[in-house]
């Protein structure tokens, strides 16, 4: 089966960073474009990031220079970078394989983040 497993969420105040990890079993990894989503209480599940099997990556101008999607294919993870966080950032987080109806089912647990002084 396929497992996404989210990591590296907390608590930060406005202007730091953290970085979330995705750890990837039950799928060739390599092969498929990954994505980062987020949801916020009361609002839709959002597309922050996308990255394809060669590295090409691409941000919506909500988070465009201050989030980087990466991907290691060798340890089947991809991360995201998140710099000058906003309180508007708070959500919880979510990885997934890109380009799947309503994500294939794959959604992990996510991890949270809050942004907030």
């Known amino acids: 089966q396929v497992q996404l497993v989210e990591s590296g969420g907390g608590l930060v105040q406005p202007g730091g960073s953290l970085r979330l990890s995705c750890a990837a079993s039950g799928v060739i990894f390599s092969i498929h474009a990954m994505a980062w989503y987020r949801q916020a209480p009361g609002k839709e599940r959002e597309l922050v990031a996308t990255?394809?099997?060669?590295?090409?990556?691409k941000h919506p101008d909500s988070v465009k220079g201050r989030f980087t999607i990466s991907r290691d294919n060798a340890k089947k993870m991809a991360y995201l970078q998140m710099n000058s966080l906003k309180p508007e950032d708070t959500a919880v987080y979510y990885c997934n394989l890109d380009g799947l109806p309503s994500g294939g089912g794959y959604w992990g647990q996510g991890t949270q983040v809050t942004v907030s002084s």
């Open positions: 990255i394809t099997r060669f590295g090409s990556t």
